[in-house]
């Protein structure tokens, strides 16, 4: 069974710094990994898809890499701010686009 | 576009009593998951359809959960009766594409249900 962990489960952090939240997965076999954003009482909201073929996805300030033989990820958020702050998942696809996700980490940017 | 639809968005019901979600995915997309999500936890699949079939549903606890996706477009997922363990955020999820090809999935606002 794919097991997905993400560390650290929380971050505080000042606002302007660039962080880097950590992913891990058990199985290699994935097609994809897709980090998500999730604000209090909301739904999730995609940040960065990634195919097992690459190794690296750019948006704005975020960049997610991913190295599958290792089965890591991570996700690198240049000069945070304090919109920023939400819990952050990270999810690898089987066959069939169903998704294993971690537990997320909670993200909270000061001023 | 409009994006993925749930209804309602909060739910607060006694146990034993029935309860009904509504999704409608994104126009055009062939797959449509159930996610249900835990305070504190990740979410799990519970159902996966394609078109009005459903192709995973091994996670569903079929003695007290259904679901159906009537044409293959919106999707309603029941509970009948509800227990306290329940409580929930019930999230739909769609995608354009089916097996063997996955691609980036998108997400609706989720229903949270409290049982009482």
């Known amino acids: 069974k794919q097991e997905v962990t993400q560390i650290p489960a929380a971050l505080s952090v000042p606002e302007g710094e660039n962080l880097v939240l950590n992913c891990s997965f058990t199985d290699s076999a994935i097609y994809n990994l897709q980090w998500f954003r999730q604000d209090p009482g909301k739904g999730l909201t995609s940040l960065l898809l990634?195919?097992?073929?690459?190794r690296e996805q750019t948006s704005g300030r975020l960049n997610a890499s991913l190295d599958k033989s290792s089965g890591r990820s991570t996700l690198y958020i240049a000069d945070s701010q304090p919109g920023d702050s939400a819990t952050y998942l990270c999810a690898v696809a089987r066959g069939g686009g169903a998704l294993n996700f971690g537990k997320g980490t909670s993200l909270l940017v000061t001023p | 576009e409009a994006g993925v639809v749930q209804s309602p968005r909060y739910k607060i019901i006694e146990k034993k009593q029935p309860v009904a979600f509504w999704c409608n995915p994104i126009?055009?997309?062939?797959?449509l998951y159930w996610y249900r999500q835990n305070l504190g936890q990740g979410p799990e699949l519970l159902i996966r359809?394609?078109?009005?079939?459903?192709?995973?549903d091994s996670q569903l606890p079929k003695d007290r959960f259904s679901a159906e996706r009537l044409k293959g477009v919106d999707s309603t997922l029941k509970i009948q009766p509800a227990e306290l363990g329940d409580s929930a955020v019930y999230l739909c999820?769609?995608?354009?594409?089916?097996?063997?090809?996955?691609?980036?999935?998108?997400f609706g606002q989720g229903t949270r249900l409290t049982v009482v």
């Open positions: 990634i195919q097992s073929s690459q």
């Open positions: 999820a769609s995608s354009p594409e089916g097996t063997g090809v996955t691609t980036e999935a998108f």
């Open positions: 126009s055009g997309h062939n797959t």
């Open positions: 359809y394609e078109n009005e079939e459903a192709v995973d």
